[in-house]
């Protein structure tokens, strides 16, 4: 199963119905809920197509970015150029 970050982009809080929907779509598990977003493992298109029925929200995969490194980074040849 993967793992899709389902975000409300509406200007308001989302609307209750969306929400209960969302979260009784078959075969998806809801791992997190916020406000305004839900992290949920899903393993069928049914929840695509359900975020792609109801306006102001969207779906992605999710994606890991790693945090950068705390070491500083020393740049070679600064030297020449000043």
């Known amino acids: 199963m993967k793992l899709f970050v389902v975000r409300y982009t509406g ?3 989302p609307p209750p119905d969306d929400l209960r929907r969302l979260l009784h779509v ?5 791992v997190d809920i916020s406000p305004r977003m839900l992290l949920v493992e899903a393993q069928t ?3 695509t197509e ?3 029925s109801i306006p102001y ?3 992605a995969p999710e994606t ?5 490194s705390p070491h500083r980074m020393v740049r070679r040849g600064l030297e020449s150029q000043q």
């Open 11 to 13: 200007a308001n809080e």
């Open 45 to 47: 298109d049914a929840l």
């Open 50 to 52: 359900l975020v792609n």
């Open 57 to 59: 929200w969207t779906i």
């Open 26 to 30: 078959p075969g998806t598990k809801v």
């Open 64 to 68: 890991f970015v790693p945090p950068p």
